[in-house]
């Protein structure tokens, strides 16, 4: 009903004022925000892009979150929703994942939220980058969170913390000469349009004088910092699922790296070894995406982070699995 509204009132503005409108644009994010249902026999499953919430009809109770802080690849775990909605009795299970994930979630900058940044030493950074301020905040660790788009919807512990390795792999950090706290300028790129943000000449010289390059982590701080994150999870009373990555480069025409650099494709590897350490160090889960994609085979797959449709179901279901033997969804 909300959406039929939704897409109502937008047809209803284009006519008087056209495509693209500040309105039209406000329409099209509530719609975005808008939670579709669908009801099974003992259970009605909710759901958007942000966000899975599954409620038992008969026993809404206790409550199970399921947060997941990372990039492009931790979304796959809504398709474990159906799954749950048909085996669930009892409770109400959220799936979350934050809009402004990407961009905050490589474990350095985890591990500096819980240092705490006063606001006013961000403030302009913020502004200036067009960044949320929860960038620096330490949203990963507080206990419990809110899914906004589900009317009358409680708050939900963090039963489950979902992280990927995604972030530390990719993304490289920037350090803030005067007072040290780390951005990733991918941020401001996400944030806006890359036309505009290249225009932006004042901010580009502005960020260019006030941070200087740390680049991507390597194998062994990022062991380490996600050692600690991992800790702090758990003393906090979350278990921990982490996300490795797929290993190959999917129709690269490459068969000989001889001569060729260090290839992205072992500094994955490395990562993923590192990861399988920590594991057996911390005893946490790791859904091996490396493992189901190669299963499913990838050739249709454009790189290593992007995985089409059909071959995230495998990856949901390993998902579930775990989730199954943690005991937070399930017999």
């Not at 007072?179 to 290249?198: E, T, Y």
């Amino acid at each position: 009903m909300i959406e039929r509204a939704l897409v109502r009132a937008a047809r209803a503005w284009r006519t008087v004022a056209g495509n693209h409108s500040a309105l039209e644009r406000r329409i099209k994010r509530r719609y975005r925000r808008a939670m579709r249902k669908d009801s099974g026999r003992h259970a009605d499953h909710f759901s958007n892009q942000h966000a899975v919430v599954v409620r038992a009809k008969e026993a809404p109770d206790p409550k199970i979150g399921i947060f997941l802080k990372g990039g492009c690849d931790l979304p796959s775990l809504f398709l474990a929703g159906p799954m749950i909605r048909d085996n669930l009795r009892q409770g109400t299970v959220a799936i979350f994942r934050p809009p402004d994930s990407v961009g905050s979630s490589q474990s350095a900058q985890l591990l500096q939220t819980l240092a705490g940044i006063p606001d006013g030493l961000v403030e302009e950074t913020c502004r200036r980058l067009r960044i949320p301020r929860s960038f620096f905040q330490p949203v990963l660790f507080q206990p419990n969170f809110e899914v906004r788009a589900l009317p009358n919807a409680p708050a939900f512990p963090k039963t489950v913390a979902v992280l990927s390795i995604g972030s530390d792999l990719t993304r490289s950090l920037h350090r803030h000469r005067q007072h040290g706290f780390l951005v990733d300028i991918g941020g401001w790129w996400l944030n806006q349009s890359l036309d505009k943000a290249i225009q932006d000449m004042e901010a580009v010289r502005w960020f260019k004088e006030t941070f200087e390059p740390v680049g991507k982590i390597d194998v062994a701080d990022f062991q380490e910092n996600f050692g600690r994150v991992i800790r702090e999870l758990e003393s906090r009373g979350s278990n921990v699922i982490v996300f490795n990555t797929l290993e190959l480069d999917p129709l690269s025409p490459i068969h000989n790296y001889q001569l060729q650099n260090q290839a992205h494709s072992t500094r994955r590897r490395e990562f993923n070894l590192a990861l399988t350490e920590l594991s057996a160090k911390l005893n946490f889960h790791v859904v091996d995406v490396d493992r189901l994609l190669k299963l499913q085979g990838i050739r249709e797959q454009v790189d290593f982070a992007h995985t089409p449709a059909e071959a995230k179901l495998p990856i949901a279901r390993e998902g579930y699995r775990i989730l199954r033997e943690l005991g937070v969804v399930g017999a």
